[in-house]
């Protein structure tokens, strides 16, 4: 069964509002969470890295006001993407550990329009 | 250093060949090697994974082999059949005193298996 899940599986939103991704571990804690990208037909790219109880750690060139992650609790991770505009469309996947693998949520389609 | 190169970009096989997909990586800190299957809208499915302690594992019809000296490993789908037609990703990482670190993908590979 699903390891990782994550809600909505599909979003539209208008360029300049905000959007919220949530990302939960089913059955099990992870301190660690982690949030990737990825365009069509490419590969994933890592944003940032999810830390519970503490700030999260991005990647260069990834605006950290821009994509808000909050880790508040032991299952749950959530990307709010700010003030979006149409190249923020994407699709956006977390993944947490659990017994030494990562496990990937079902992913989250952005369109902005 | 931190990238992994994955061959091919495409695949065609007939049902019931056997299908291998490459990778090769450059940081020798990497000890966490996954194999991952995507399907289109979806998100990655582990596979199989392996830990340069062995050279080789396998789970049913899909077997890893790793060589730790040339630092390459390579994902074999024996009796290939259409449902297994997707988008295939390698990945490496590294894991930090028990933590698991952040996965770097290969650029993927997508294989068609015709009937």
């Known amino acids: 069964g699903a390891v990782v899940s994550q809600h909505p599986s599909w979003v539209i939103c208008k360029s300049g509002t905000s959007v919220k991704i949530e990302c939960r571990s089913l059955?099990?804690?992870?301190?660690?969470m982690f949030w990737y990208r990825q365009f069509p037909k490419q590969s994933l790219m890592l944003m940032a890295t999810?830390?519970?109880?503490?700030?999260?750690?991005?990647e260069q060139g990834v605006e950290k006001d821009k994509f808000l992650i909050n880790h508040a609790s032991l299952t749950l991770s959530t990307l709010t993407v700010t003030s979006a505009h149409p190249e923020d469309s994407s699709f956006y996947i977390c993944?947490?550990?659990?017994?030494?693998?990562?496990?990937f949520g079902p992913g989250t389609r952005l369109t902005v329009t | 250093q931190q990238q992994v190169k994955q061959s091919p970009q495409s695949l065609i096989v007939q049902k019931g060949g056997i299908s291998i997909i490459n990778c090769a990586y450059e940081?020798?800190?990497?000890?966490?090697f996954p194999w991952y299957q995507q399907f289109p809208g979806k998100g990655p499915a582990l596979l199989i994974a392996?830990?340069?302690?062995?050279s080789e594992k396998k789970e049913g019809r899909f077997t890893i082999s790793f060589n730790k000296s040339a630092k390459q490993f390579s994902l074999h789908i024996m009796d290939s059949q259409p449902g297994d037609s997707a988008t295939y990703f390698c990945?490496?990482?590294?894991?930090?005193?028990?933590?698991?670190?952040?996965?770097?993908f290969g650029k993927g590979t997508k294989l068609s298996v015709k009937p």
């Open positions: 990945a490496a990482s590294r894991n930090y005193g028990g933590s698991q670190g952040n996965l770097i």
């Open positions: 392996i830990r340069p302690d062995v």
């Open positions: 059955d099990f804690q992870a301190t660690t």
């Open positions: 993944s947490a550990p659990r017994w030494g693998e990562q496990y």
């Open positions: 940081n020798t800190a990497f000890d966490y």
């Open positions: 999810s830390n519970e109880g503490s700030k999260a750690t991005y």
